[in-house]
């Protein structure tokens, strides 16, 4: 329905006329009482403070961009027509990668997108959601609840393909997928809640998962979390500038084969997790 952002400032001597270049509208001085002044551009500060958190709307699009559709028994539905409906329930969640620039490479034109690591769940009523499966990720459970999440990097398999050796990328394919599938048998359907967390960084990543109900799942994650970064590492180096995509290359090469080398890694761990 909106899009609500909010904004973290710091120095450590304070603001003396900074001029924040910023497209949120609406803002409101979450920390402080200092006034807020709108500009030409986003918003003048002044303060003695030496954090400053703000949060606003935004009418733009975010750099990835999600939806979610729905079957039950294999014809397209609106949730709000399948609430309360019994039958084969198969929620997709989308996710589109926004930012990406092209470059010629070798005199071919490659699309490169910014990596940004993704972290999708779902929480689903057992009393209500039977033979829960997805088609790239885990399932465990609570008490209550089957608990859904996958971890993808969105629109990056199109950039690496023609980057990366096949070889390389064949075991991590499974990471490289924009379109979560969660199927399950609902009876009486109500909403499951899903849940997305993306970063550039896979360490706020995981920050941002520690009071979820995902957190237990992504830390499996931390044997994977050196290659992975080194995946995003090199795909920065090539998305930042045409003069690091040879370096940048050679990154992303030795990124993907530790990933590879650490998915069997992560396989076992979550068997672990599993039991």
């Known amino acids: 329905n909106k899009t609500t952002v909010s904004d973290t400032l710091h120095s450590d001597s304070g603001f003396s006329n900074y001029d924040d270049k910023s497209d949120v509208a609406d803002a409101q001085n979450l920390k402080s009482t ?13 303060t003695t403070e030496k954090d400053i958190y703000y949060q606003g709307t935004y009418s733009g699009d975010l750099p990835l961009g999600i939806s979610i559709s729905y079957t039950l028994d294999g014809k397209s539905i609106s949730e709000e027509d399948l609430v309360g ?12 990668n926004k930012k ?3 470059y010629n490479v070798n005199g071919k034109t490659e699309k490169i997108a910014m990596p940004i690591a993704a972290v999708a769940g779902a929480m689903l009523n057992k009393d209500v959601f039977k033979n829960v499966t997805v ?12 608990i859904v999440a996958s971890v993808c990097l969105p629109g990056m398999k199109e950039s690496l393909t023609n980057l990366v050796s096949s070889k390389a990328l064949e075991t991590i394919d499974q990471y490289l997928n924009d379109e ?15 849940m997305l967390a993306a970063s550039t960084d896979t360490e706020e990543l995981k920050t941002e998962l520690a009071g979820t109900d995902l957190a237990s799942v992504w830390s499996d994650m931390d044997k994977l979390q050196n290659a992975t970064q080194e995946l995003i590492d090199g795909s920065k ?37 599993s039991t």
């Open 135 to 146: 088609n790239e990720g885990n399932v465990t459970s609570d008490s209550a609840h089957d």
């Open 237 to 273: 180096a090539l998305y930042d500038g045409a003069d690091q995509l040879s370096t940048g290359a050679s990154q992303l090469d030795d990124g993907a084969q530790k990933l590879v080398d650490g998915a069997t890694t992560l396989s076992n761990g979550a068997d672990q997790l």
């Open 85 to 96: 409906k019994s039958g084969h329930v198969v929620i997709s969640i989308t996710m589109d």
């Open 180 to 194: 979560i599938v969660i199927e399950a048998d609902a009876t009486e359907y109500e909403a499951p809640e899903i």
């Open 100 to 102: 990406y620039k092209y």
């Open 34 to 46: 200092d006034p807020l002044t709108k500009s030409s551009d986003g918003y003048t500060w002044n």
